[in-house]
């Protein structure tokens, strides 16, 4: 680490081709709304679930974006991808099903898979038929993932897997996960060695798949128990071993999208709405200052995105986007809250208030999922060298 | 990046560097003046920068003057380069003469009308000030349209004050003072877009006061030991090491977006609303994380920090006062609120839906 510390945000190079995308995706989402495609929800990218919906994104070209034509994709640049998951997002748009796929395991297939996983379950994948879960987490590996306890044996063309994923979204609607797995005895002085991720369908004998109900009432989280499941060979994704290696790049260019960010912003957009013909002076800088942090964060976000373009590893500007954006999505809740009590759970119709019960319930999940604040605290402090 | 500005940036930095050590602000303050510093900068011509090269001028970008700001801050520079940038770049504006030595804005947010006979009368609660001034430049309406007067300090009656961090601010009376200067009205020049660029200037200066004082913490608790370890290995440090260079670079994210934006319009100083957003942006994010980096970089410093000695304190005290200058967050909180109630209430009736972030991502 130099000794400036200096965090720079480029400006990313938006082209009208990004600017008609976005304005083709907003048309087609408000166009929905009205016909009662669909009813906005908040905390869109993990509380809706809607394969039908994401079918239709899948029949417009909008899952897959950037991956090769011959897979399925468009070819386009990760900025056009960027504004279809913005418009999704801001708009409340029930897009769970595909999220996971869409974001990480796809790319994860392209960069790891084999030939024959690119060519069959990619073009699904972009077309919304095809959903994967993640199987990382376990009852005894949260944060501490390096730990996890899942065994890969070595059997006569493949593998057998035994052991228990544990909080992984949407599996239930899954038709694979990309599983975490030990493929050699753990070294404590080595401990990130040793661990393979294997892509295995969720229909596989032994496979069993529970929903969980979590505090908002919703079952979108699962626990998946894998017993002596068999797959072949070819389910290894990338090379035996390197799992640990995969998993943490794979998770770092999750961290600064869009939905660390923008999570909670339908709240924000309705509320504003219904407070535009009575907008006090101090009301006014309550809402107008979360604008200001909400454009604050999404130049951070892009400009993290400008640096990957550019082919950097902004690891450490990542996880301070996903820090600094996940507790603000809390806030624009917590703040709200003094114009808008949050009592009850029913809303009468009124779907602000629906809107904002419904996030506070969720918002614990917000600085939690795909690794907690404290642990991305920890990667800003060791890219600092304090670690 | 242009080459000159580059160049410019460069040359800076090692004047900077080798003029304006710790000890030179802490004596500035105690009113030593750095001659060494004052002298350098204006023999590079630093004070021009901002300045058109058909005006005399360096002809450095608007983008380059905003980084060269920042840039200073990190130094605490006792200079008043930001304010005779700013001021310089007024005259240019406005076809006046730029000033050969050091110069003011006399301008707190508010401009004094113009009386008739082209005298001027009224009163500048807090404007920048430097004892060292050779000019001041006063922004005054007339008929609705800014016109730009200067004065020669004597001409005027300066009742002197500190900034939190001693840099000099005054009171400014003008008692029919009669100009040395008076330009016509500045095309493109509105109260909005003086008050607009000058928060903007503020902004840039505490995001460059507080990279350095994330670099100041890193540096101590990685020094520092305590229970036989750096203070640094004690995740509770750790945290509040990430949390000030998390606020820190939203921060600089936010004013480089200002930044470009305001490089890109063609009229810097109109106050368009359509730089409304993104300078008060930058304004409310950085007067925000004034208040979270410094009171986290102090406690992870201990009482060193709240030494006189130790250079900390010269960037907090400074981001404390530069926060409230032209507009602290509640005010740009506010006038971004109103602005957007405003677009929402004049677009049709059910056209709506979308518009608040319609806005924001603009
Ligand atoms: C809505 C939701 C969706 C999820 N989806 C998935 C999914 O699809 N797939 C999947 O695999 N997992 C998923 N997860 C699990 C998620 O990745 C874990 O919750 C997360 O990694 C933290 O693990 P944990 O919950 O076991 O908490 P723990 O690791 O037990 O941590 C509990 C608390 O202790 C803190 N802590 C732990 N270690 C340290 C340390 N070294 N220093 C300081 N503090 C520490 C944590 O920050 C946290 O505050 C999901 C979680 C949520 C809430």
Not at chain 1, 38 to 54: K, L, N, R, Y
Not at chain 1, 88 to 112: E, K, M, N, Y
Not at chain 1, 280 to 293: E, K, P
Not at chain 2, 23 to 30: F, G, I, K, T
Request: glycine share 10%; proline share 4%.
């Amino acid at each position: 680490m130099s000794e400036t510390i200096r965090f720079n945000f480029p400006a990313p190079v938006i082209d009208d081709s990004v600017d008609r995308l976005r304005k083709e995706v907003r048309a087609f989402l408000q166009a929905e709304i009205r016909n009662g495609g669909f009813q906005p929800v908040t905390d869109c990218w993990c509380s809706g679930i809607d394969p039908a919906f994401s079918r239709k994104l899948g029949q417009r070209g909008w899952l897959g974006v950037t991956w090769p034509k011959e897979y399925g994709g468009q070819e386009l640049s990760a900025l056009h991808r960027y504004v279809i998951t913005e418009e999704l997002l801001v708009a409340g748009a029930p897009v769970h099903a595909h999220w996971i796929a869409d974001r990480q395991s796809g790319p994860l297939i392209l960069a790891t898979g084999t030939e024959e996983m690119k060519r069959t379950l990619l073009p699904r994948i972009a077309a919304g038929e095809c959903f994967v879960a993640l199987g990382l987490s376990e009852p005894e590996s949260g944060s501490d993932l390096a730990s996890v306890r899942t065994r890969a044996h070595k059997v006569e063309d493949g593998w057998e897997l035994t052991g228990t994923k544990l909080w992984s979204s949407g599996a239930q609607i899954c038709q694979y996960m990309t599983v975490l797995a030990r493929t050699s005895e753990r070294d404590d002085k080595k401990r990130h060695e040793g661990l393979t991720q294997f892509l295995v369908p969720l229909d596989s004998p032994g496979v069993s798949v529970r929903g969980i109900r979590d505090m908002s009432g919703v079952e979108h989280f699962n626990e998946s128990h894998f017993e002596n499941v068999f797959v072949p060979e070819d389910a290894v994704l990338g090379a035996v071993g390197a799992g640990w290696k995969q998993i943490t790049s794979e998770l770092a260019l999750e961290r600064s999208g869009p939905e660390r960010l923008l999570s909670t912003f339908v709240v924000l957009e309705k509320a504003f709405l219904q407070a535009v013909a009575t907008m006090s002076g101090h009301q006014a800088a309550v809402m107008g200052g979360m604008l200001a942090r909400t454009r604050a964060l999404r130049a951070m976000s892009l400009g993290v995105a400008a640096l990957l373009e550019q082919g950097q590893y902004p690891e450490v500007e990542a996880s301070l986007v996903k820090d600094l954006g996940t507790r603000f999505e809390q806030d624009i809740i917590e703040r709200l809250r003094e114009f808008w009590p949050i009592q009850l759970k029913q809303s009468f119709g009124d779907e602000l208030h629906y809107l904002l019960a419904d996030s506070l319930l969720r918002q614990p999940s917000f600085t939690l999922r795909g690794g907690t604040n404290e642990v991305l605290k920890g990667i800003i402090a060791r890219g600092m060298g304090l670690r | 990046m242009e080459q000159t500005d580059q160049l410019i940036l460069d040359t800076a930095q090692r004047l900077f560097a080798d003029h304006c050590g710790a000890d030179v602000v802490n004596a500035a303050e105690s009113g030593v003046a750095p001659v060494r510093l004052l002298t350098a900068l204006l023999e590079a011509g630093l004070p021009l920068a901002w300045v058109p090269e058909n005006a005399g001028g360096v002809g450095g970008s608007l983008a380059l003057g905003f980084n060269l700001i920042r840039q200073s801050a990190g130094f605490a520079l006792a200079a008043p380069l930001a304010e005779t940038l700013v001021a310089n770049r007024v005259l240019a504006e406005s076809g006046l003469e730029v000033a050969e030595s050091w110069t003011v804005l006399v301008f707190d947010g508010g401009v004094l009308p113009m009386l008739a006979g082209g005298k001027i009368s009224g009163l500048v609660e807090s404007a920048p000030m430097h004892a060292g001034v050779t000019r001041l430049v006063v922004p005054v309406s007339d008929q609705g349209a800014i016109r730009i007067a200067t004065f020669a300090p004597d001409d005027v009656e300066i009742d002197y004050r500190e900034s939190l961090a001693g840099e000099s601010r005054a009171q400014v009376q003008l008692s029919e003072s009669v100009p040395l200067a008076l330009s016509s009205a500045v095309d493109g020049m509105s109260e909005h877009g003086l008050m607009q660029f000058c928060a903007l200037v503020r902004a840039c200066q505490i995001a460059g006061a507080m990279e350095k004082m994330n670099e100041l913490t890193v540096a101590y608790v990685k020094e520092r030991q305590q229970f036989g370890r750096a203070l640094g290995k004690f995740q509770a440090i750790q945290h509040k090491v990430a949390d000030i260079a998390g606020e820190s670079a939203l921060a600089n994210a936010a004013v480089e977006q200002a930044a470009r934006e305001l490089s890109e319009h063609s009229r810097p100083f109109s106050g368009s609303a359509d730089t409304l957003l993104s300078i008060a942006t930058a304004k409310v994010v950085a007067s925000e994380a004034a208040g979270t980096v410094s009171r986290l970089a102090h406690q992870c410093h201990g009482a060193m920090g709240f030494s006189y000695e130790y250079p900390l304190q010269q960037y907090s005290r400074r981001i404390w006062s530069w926060r409230e200058e032209y507009g602290s967050e509640f005010y740009w909180s506010e006038r971004i609120g109103l602005a957007v109630a405003d677009e929402l209430k004049h677009s049709a009736p059910g056209q709506n839906d979308g518009r608040v972030w319609d806005i924001v991502s603009r």
